[in-house]
């Protein structure tokens, strides 16, 4: 008698046993429902919008009393590489740290081209003033402002190329070399 | 191994990467070459500037590359490298330390070493030995050539001294005065008045002389005396000097190799622009450790001389700037 009282209670110990491990295995199985989830699909977008609506902040580069001097600028972010790298080099020549130094001043940015092997093309325009008239210093630090500000921020930015009105040019205002590639300058940078 | 240490060059770098990366060791990303007529160029490139040591061993037949502080890394295989003054490049562990010896010809001639910046470079020059010697003797004056830039429609900047061509020929031609004293100085300049020329025509206005040194001369809105220097990219195809002979390397090239060739001269005289310059910022600054800026100038990569280019300040002007210039070139002459 004793022993089939055990024998009853190992039976339903071992029976609730499975029953609650089948329970749990179901519940963690995948569901086999197929059907669109809406709500999930279209806060996803919503969530991508507003990591695009938020500025990105980058480093600028800019020429001060003879050296490069770093500062920080917000741009809104786009959705590739060259486009965020083009809006980073308006945001330079925006900058009112920037825009009224030599060079700078005198001219505008066209276009920015990015190539697969890391290579942008700066492709820039005279302003108002046909001329660009600047020092030899004045000049370097131009440009190694805009390649640094790029190569400072996008690593997928390998070296720059600079042109002018979409074609090669000798210099930008008679003294630096524009048929090279550049890359970054940190030691000109205070 | 018994080597004795028959040159040591160590550079202590000031560069802003180079003070924090010296614990860092150096670490080499790529190893190039190219064999010129009268050279060997060797070029570590390196991801931060610090310190090395080389050293050549007593019986010269072997260079030895490695960092004063921390590893030396290499993170590229070795290139086969062998002609007339290389016999090849091997990675070695001396010491428990790693290096990378440079194995010599008996034809190989002085060593010379420098730093390149824009992926930061060491660069080492092996001449041959039997390079013939360069071709000053007393009797036989060194032609400097002064460039006073700008000219005609190009006025160049406006200072409140006024425009930059006028300023740059005043200054060049009270140059001229002081170093014609020297019997041993020919002095030319590529315009005595206000005339327009090309980039290319100073160039070669420089190489038909047989500038031994080209001084560009420009102005500056700021204070002071700056010295650049070309930055070279160490690209193989440059040329040393003229051909024996005697022509000079014209811009408006005659030939498809003279093509190739413009444009590329002055990659042979790095080490002496370098020397000039260094002569010439020093001589500006009073201070010891003063060196020429490096900057990549359209002008300078086309002359066949030890070549700078000087930017004089709105406070400098007359014969105190004249004079100082003229006395760092005299220098550089007697001394090199």
Known sequence: ?190 | MRTHLALIVLAALSLPAGAGAADKGLTVNSVRHASYAAFTRIVFEVEAAAPYVLIRSSDGRSLTVSSYTGPFVLKTPLPQVRDSVVLGLESRAEARRSVVVILLDGAAGEVKDFVLRGPDRIVIDIAKGTAPAPATTLDKPTVIVLDPGHGGKDTGIVTPRGQEKTLTLDLALAIRNLLQKDPHLKVVLTRDRDKALTLDERAAASNAAGARLFVSIHSATDAGLRVFIQDLLDEPGAQPTRPASGDFLGYEAGSEQQELLWGKQQAAHARESGALGRKLARQFSGQDGAEPVQAPLALLKAVDAAAVMIEAGVDKDGEPAAGAIALGIERYVKEN
């Open chain 1, 1 to 190: 008698m004793q022993s089939d009282r055990l024998l009853l209670g190992v039976v339903i110990i071992l029976t609730t046993l499975v029953a609650s491990g089948g329970i749990m295995l179901w519940m963690r199985m995948p569901s086999t429902d197929t059907a669109p989830q809406p709500a999930r699909e279209e806060q996803q977008p919503a969530h991508q919008q507003s990591l695009l609506d938020e500025p990105l902040l980058i480093t600028l580069y800019y020429p001060h009393e003879g050296m490069l001097a770093e500062g920080s600028a917000t741009v809104q972010r786009q959705p590739d590489t060259q486009s965020l790298a083009r809006a980073s080099l308006a945001a330079l020549f925006a900058d009112q740290r920037a825009a009224p130094e030599p060079v700078l001043r005198d001219i505008r940015l066209r276009e920015l081209y990015l190539d697969n092997s890391g290579t942008a093309y700066i492709d820039l325009m005279p302003g108002a003033q046909k001329d660009v008239r600047a020092s030899a210093r004045e000049e370097q630090l131009a440009i190694y402002a805009m390649v640094n500000t790029l190569l400072q921020n996008f690593e997928e930015i390998k070296q720059v190329v600079l042109l002018l009105d979409g074609r090669e040019a000798q210099t930008l205002a008679g003294h630096m070399d524009l048929s090279r590639t550049f890359t970054k300058r940190m030691d000109l940078v205070k």
